[in-house]
């Protein structure tokens, strides 16, 4: 291993130390506050074009289970950790190599209370790695968008009824939800026209997470905004803004984002509090409301921001956090399963 330099857009420079990244590693440098479950927010497809810093300093822990991923690969173009532990007598691939495989750097040795601090404080920056101190040209890649979306319609699961999902890069922790509930899941590439998702006879629609700005997913949008109140709809992170976005409603860039899986929201229309997962650096603005029908139903209890939503006339609903608890707590699962038990006539609760 040898000596790295994270050079961030405002002259910052920060040390570290790992093998050589592939020329032009860069970024937008993001943090986690999760003490666990690095091998699944590295294989989340929304970290597309992002370098993910783990706020709780050791990684490696525990290695990288394959069975448990998000994808079936890692998506982050650089982990950021302060300290890479090997997983002992454990039959896992260990996190390096895993990494390494498919080129995404792994620098240790990084201040990540220092760095998340300087975040915290800034804003979200791009960066960029290299073997020595620059001050690098950072062009905003777009090219997240497609990346992480299927090429065709994909079938799975044999339950004996059908959900699509609109696949902007989906968690397969959302995917083995659905399968394990007893649901045949259809994956649209996010590009499907809804004629095309209307004709395969699903019940309803999942509209799933995804990485970057939801002002790129304008095509996805429009989508949306065909399919309200001819199929019931439930968004998950992205998805919300999407959600809101087709209802009318605008979005907007989080100082530093929600990251991690210790994030409280509140039930606006029971007081409850809950602790979730979450993984998202833009939120929908809730001035931008006003004049649509949507009705906020969470609320985010550190900073305030729009954490839910529900159309007041037809079968529409969203939650910026991730209801499947993967990974994290299952404090929201019930939304997910009252979702889907409307879609079978049944009744859900908490």
Not at 24 to 36: D, K, L, Q, R
Not at 118 to 141: F, Q
Not at 153 to 175: A, M, N, Q
């Amino acid at each position: 291993m040898q000596e790295l330099w994270l050079t961030l857009e405002d002259g910052s420079s920060w040390k570290g130390w790992g093998e050589p990244p592939v020329e032009g590693v860069e970024g937008e440098v993001v943090f986690t506050t999760a003490a666990g479950g690095y091998p699944q927010a590295l294989s989340d497809p929304s970290y597309c074009g992002q370098m993910v810093l783990f706020a709780f300093p050791p990684a490696g822990i525990y290695g990288v289970d394959l069975d448990a991923l998000e994808s079936s690969r890692p998506w982050a173009t650089a982990a950021l950790v302060g300290s890479l532990e090997r997983a002992p007598g454990r039959n896992v691939t260990q996190l390096a190599p895993w990494l390494a495989a498919s080129g995404v750097p792994l620098v240790a040795g990084m201040d990540t209370r220092g760095l998340v601090r300087h975040l915290r404080s800034r804003g979200t920056l791009r960066g960029r790695l290299a073997k020595e101190v620059g001050s690098p040209a950072l062009p905003v890649s777009q090219d997240a968008v497609r990346r992480v979306s299927p090429a065709r319609v994909t079938v799975e699961g044999s339950g004996s009824r059908r959900v699509g999902v609109l696949d902007c890069g989906v968690k397969e922790g959302i995917l083995r939800h659905l399968r394990q509930e007893g649901w045949t899941v259809v994956r649209f590439p996010s590009a499907t026209p809804p004629e095309e998702i209307l004709s395969w006879g699903g019940a309803g629609l999942i509209l799933s997470n995804g990485p970057g700005d939801p002002l790129l997913w304008s095509r996805e949008t429009a989508t949306v905004r065909h399919l309200l109140g001819r199929i019931p709809i439930f968004g998950i992170c992205l998805g919300c803004q999407i959600l809101a976005r087709a209802c009318g409603g605008n979005t907007e860039k989080l100082p530093f984002g929600h990251r991690g899986v210790n994030q409280p929201v509140v039930d606006l229309s029971t007081g409850r509090g809950f602790v979730t997962s979450q993984n998202h650096g833009y939120a929908v603005n809730e001035a931008s409301l006003t004049d649509t029908e949507l009705a906020v139903t969470f609320r985010h209890l550190g900073d305030g921001s729009v954490e839910g939503l529900r159309h007041r006339r037809v079968a529409a609903e969203g939650v910026q956090f991730h209801p499947e608890a993967s990974p994290g707590p299952r404090d929201a699962l019930f939304l997910l399963d009252r979702f889907l038990a409307s879609l079978s006539g049944e009744n859900g609760h908490a």
